[in-house]
């Protein structure tokens, strides 16, 4: 029984959708990339003193100029000179500091991010089924990268920016009250009004920025699965419900753009108005002095300059602000899958199989629902023993359970109730990465990668030679028509193997089965996609390492199971008969109908 994959992760805007996930409430999410950025203190720091020294520079160029509007008249030329080349000094250091901070600010954001998303990738490879019937596999791809991409922008750039235009404030604001308090205090009765928009549409900013990455999420995961299944879509002419459908996730992320440029093009608007008319204000305040004979001109110069550097400080912050805001619900997205639940874990302190291991397979009164149908049960009260070596076959009506078995040996899931064991342990007392470099599996969906032929199969057992590789390729009647490609074993098979028919993907499977040389084999219907003459050279194969082997084989053609020491009857989740092709046959029941219906009435499995 397959699992299914309808179950999936409610669309963004969807009833339900911002229930199902906790939205950011403000920017402090963003404290969870602290773990990934405390290995690289050291290049913090140093970017943080590139930054200080580089706002400290720029504060310091309105003195020089104060220095040389005032006494632009004297008559000593040499204090003047000193002046102009102190500025050029300031603006050489500023130059240089700049360029430091951007280079490891930018280097940080670039090690940070790559961290990530190799932490994210690590937590999902290793998640089991049950969390992929929850969440579509491009929206996972999408938390990868674009969310990833927007954390490096911020951090390769935008938290710099803001860390120095908040010094820039404040170092601005401390060297404007030492020029002039009287008209610091007028500026400081403008930032209330620039601080106010700010918390209101910054929230609202927020929640669209989480819900327009949820849809872009949403486009990349309906396109990733239109285009997995291309042929299927073309076959039943379905293109353009595709397109219709794809196009409508599209331009509703498109629209939530928009909303969400227009707040942040609204509050920028607010933010620079009402910054820049508060300079206007001064200045002519400033200027009524210096005619006033109380204000000279350079010192209301340098007052301007502060004014304007305090101005640009706040604008740039109102930009960054709404780049964190992004930033927070991408961080937020991330977070989830690094904390998300897995059902099925390796225990704390896990057991040690016996080596050698023998292969021997128990089912104790096992009970289990997949979580996408919970009403349904797959397994009812299953007890099955098998000894090592033994070849045991599992047979009956689609949705009978005998898939759900392969899937409990390989611990994909846990039983609700009972439990399954390899030479008398209990899988869930055994790391999973232990016990299942013991099995090899060949799945009824050939798994083929974009790679070479040579490297698909060796995927069974990464350090085989090429000898080994050919020699599995051959056991599985694969060598034929691998060495009759382009480039032969080098030749590259295309994306999910479309360059091969189904049953040379099938053979490429069973070899990479055959080359993993494990004490149990699983075939889930292995010559389900084969032709009469490939099937069988391939059962020839399959009888012969199915030899001092625990092998179980799922089939719907009673042809390929004949041979097997038992065969295992089931239905409703349940064994209903065992024993020889014979002795089923001679009993009549559900195995005497599917061979009568095979064998005798010609609806055979070729």
Same mark, same amino acid.
């Given at each position: 029984?397959?699992?299914?994959?309808?179950?999936?992760?409610?669309?963004?805007?969807?009833?339900?959708?911002?229930?199902?996930?906790?939205?950011?409430?403000?920017?402090?999410?963003?404290?969870?990339?602290?773990?990934?950025?405390?290995?690289?203190?050291?290049?913090?720091?140093?970017?943080?003193?590139?930054?200080?020294?580089? =706002?400290?520079?720029? @504060?310091?160029?309105?003195?020089?100029?104060?220095?040389?509007?005032?006494?632009?008249?004297?008559?000593?030329?040499?204090?003047? %000179?000193?002046?102009?080349?102190?500025?050029?000094?300031? =603006?050489?250091?500023?130059?240089?500091?700049?360029?430091?901070?951007?280079?490891?600010?930018? !280097?940080?954001?670039?090690?940070?991010?790559? %961290?990530?998303?190799?932490?994210?990738?690590?937590?999902?490879?290793?998640?089991?089924?049950?969390?992929?019937?929850?969440?579509?596999?491009?929206?996972?791809?999408?938390?990868?990268?674009?969310?990833?991409?927007?954390?490096?922008?911020?951090?390769? &750039?935008?938290?710099?920016?803001?860390?120095?235009? #908040?010094?820039?404030?404040?170092?601005?604001?401390? @060297?404007?009250?030492?020029?002039?308090?009287?008209?610091?205090?007028?500026?400081?009765?403008?930032?209330?009004?620039?601080?106010?928009?700010?918390?209101?549409?910054?929230?609202?900013?927020?929640?669209? &920025? !989480?819900?327009?990455?949820?849809?872009?999420?949403?486009?990349?995961?309906?396109?990733?699965?239109?285009?997995?299944?291309?042929?299927?879509?073309?076959?039943?002419?379905?293109? #353009?419900?595709?397109?219709? !459908?794809?196009?409508?996730?599209?331009?509703?992320?498109?629209?939530?753009?928009?909303?969400?440029?227009?707040?942040? =093009?609204?509050?920028?608007?607010?933010?620079?108005?009402?910054?820049?008319?508060?300079?206007?204000?001064?200045?002519?305040?400033?200027?009524?002095?210096?005619?006033?004979?109380?204000?000279?001109?350079?010192?209301? +110069?340098?007052?301007?300059?502060?004014?304007?550097?305090?101005?640009?400080?706040?604008?740039?912050? &109102?930009? +960054?602000?709404?780049?964190?805001?992004?930033?927070?619900?991408?961080?937020?997205?991330?977070?989830?899958?690094?904390?998300?639940? %897995?059902?099925?874990?390796?225990?704390?302190?896990?057991?040690?199989?016996?080596?050698?291991?023998?292969?021997? +397979?128990?089912?104790?009164?096992?009970?289990?629902?997949?979580?996408?149908?919970?009403?349904?049960? #797959?397994?009812?009260?299953?007890?099955?023993?098998?000894?090592?070596?033994?070849?045991?076959?599992?047979?009956?009506?689609?949705?009978?359970?005998?898939?759900?078995?392969?899937?409990?040996?390989?611990?994909?899931?846990?039983?609700?109730?009972?439990?399954?064991?390899?030479?008398?342990?209990?899988? !869930?007392?055994?790391?999973?990465?232990?016990?299942?470099?013991?099995?090899?599996?060949?799945?009824? %969906?050939?798994?083929?990668?974009?790679?070479?032929?040579?490297?698909?199969?060796?995927?069974?057992?990464?350090?085989?030679?090429?000898?080994?590789?050919?020699?599995?390729?051959?056991?599985?009647?694969?060598?034929?028509?691998?060495?009759?490609?382009?480039?032969?074993?080098?030749?590259?098979?295309?994306?999910?193997?479309?360059?091969?028919?189904?049953?040379?993907?099938?053979?490429?499977?069973?070899?990479?089965?055959?080359?993993?040389?494990?004490?149990?084999?699983?075939?889930?219907?292995?010559?389900?996609?084969?032709?009469?003459?490939?099937?069988?050279?391939?059962?020839?194969?399959?009888?012969?390492?199915?030899?001092?082997?625990?092998?179980?084989?799922?089939?719907?053609?009673?042809?390929?199971?004949?041979?097997?020491?038992?065969?295992?009857?089931?239905?409703?989740?349940?064994?209903?008969?065992?024993?020889?092709?014979?002795?089923?046959?001679?009993?009549?029941?559900?195995?005497?109908?599917?061979?009568?219906?095979?064998?005798?009435?010609?609806? =055979?499995?070729?």
């Amino acid at each position: 029984m397959a699992r299914s994959t309808t179950a999936r992760t409610a669309q963004p805007g969807a009833p339900g959708a911002t229930e199902d996930r906790a939205r950011s409430r403000k920017i402090g999410v963003l404290k969870a990339l602290w773990p990934f950025m405390r290995p690289y203190k050291l290049m913090m720091a140093g970017a943080l003193l590139a930054l200080v020294l580089t =706002a400290a520079m720029t @504060l310091t160029l309105p003195l020089a100029v104060r220095r040389v509007v005032d006494h632009f008249r004297i008559e000593d030329g040499t204090l003047l %000179d000193q002046y102009f080349l102190a500025a050029l000094g300031i =603006a050489a250091v500023l130059a240089a500091g700049t360029g430091i901070r951007y280079a490891l600010v930018t !280097r940080l954001g670039e090690r940070v991010v790559a %961290d990530i998303r190799k932490a994210v990738f690590n937590r999902v490879i290793g998640m089991s089924p049950e969390f992929y019937e929850r969440i579509m596999t491009g929206e996972v791809l999408s938390r990868i990268t674009t969310d990833t991409t927007l954390i490096q922008s911020v951090l390769g &750039s935008s938290v710099s920016i803001a860390l120095r235009n #908040a010094l820039m404030f404040v170092g601005g604001l401390v @060297l404007m009250l030492l020029t002039s308090a009287k008209l610091t205090g007028m500026v400081l009765l403008i930032i209330p009004l620039v601080v106010v928009p700010i918390l209101i549409l910054g929230r609202r900013l927020r929640k669209i &920025s !989480r819900e327009n990455q949820d849809w872009i999420a949403a486009s990349s995961g309906n396109a990733g699965e239109a285009l997995s299944a291309v042929q299927t879509v073309q076959a039943f002419t379905h293109e #353009a419900a595709s397109r219709s !459908r794809f196009g409508d996730i599209t331009e509703t992320s498109y629209n939530v753009s928009v909303r969400r440029i227009r707040t942040r =093009a609204v509050l920028t608007v607010i933010v620079i108005f009402l910054v820049f008319a508060g300079i206007v204000g001064v200045l002519w305040m400033g200027a009524n002095a210096v005619r006033a004979g109380t204000m000279t001109e350079g010192t209301l +110069i340098q007052f301007v300059i502060y004014s304007v550097i305090m101005a640009g400080s706040v604008a740039a912050l &109102s930009e +960054i602000m709404a780049e964190l805001q992004r930033a927070a619900g991408a961080t937020e997205r991330l977070v989830e899958l690094l904390a998300v639940d %897995d059902t099925v874990l390796d225990p704390s302190t896990p057991r040690t199989l016996s080596r050698p291991v023998q292969g021997a +397979i128990g089912f104790e009164d096992v009970t289990f629902r997949y979580p996408s149908r919970p009403e349904t049960v #797959a397994l009812d009260g299953l007890s099955l023993s098998v000894v090592p070596g033994e070849t045991v076959a599992f047979v009956g009506p689609s949705g009978a359970g005998k898939t759900t078995v392969i899937q409990m040996i390989l611990r994909f899931y846990d039983p609700e109730a009972g439990r399954v064991t390899l030479d008398g342990v209990d899988l !869930r007392q055994v790391a999973r990465g232990d016990f299942r470099q013991h099995v090899a599996l060949v799945p009824q %969906d050939p798994v083929i990668f974009a790679a070479t032929a040579r490297e698909n199969i060796r995927f069974g057992r990464p350090d085989a030679t090429d000898a080994e590789v050919e020699a599995a390729a051959r056991a599985a009647a694969a060598h034929d028509f691998i060495s009759a490609l382009p480039d032969g074993y080098d030749a590259y098979v295309g994306e999910r193997g479309v360059m091969l028919s189904g049953g040379q993907k099938q053979r490429i499977a069973i070899a990479r089965a055959i080359l993993r040389d494990a004490p149990v084999l699983l075939l889930d219907e292995a010559t389900s996609a084969l032709d009469a003459e490939s099937e069988r050279a391939v059962q020839q194969a399959v009888d012969e390492l199915s030899a001092g082997r625990t092998t179980l084989i799922v089939a719907h053609r009673l042809a390929t199971v004949k041979k097997a020491d038992r065969i295992v009857v089931m239905d409703a989740g349940r064994i209903v008969a065992q024993g020889t092709h014979d002795e089923l046959v001679g009993q009549g029941g559900l195995y005497a109908r599917l061979a009568r219906l095979q064998f005798t009435d010609g609806v =055979a499995a070729e």
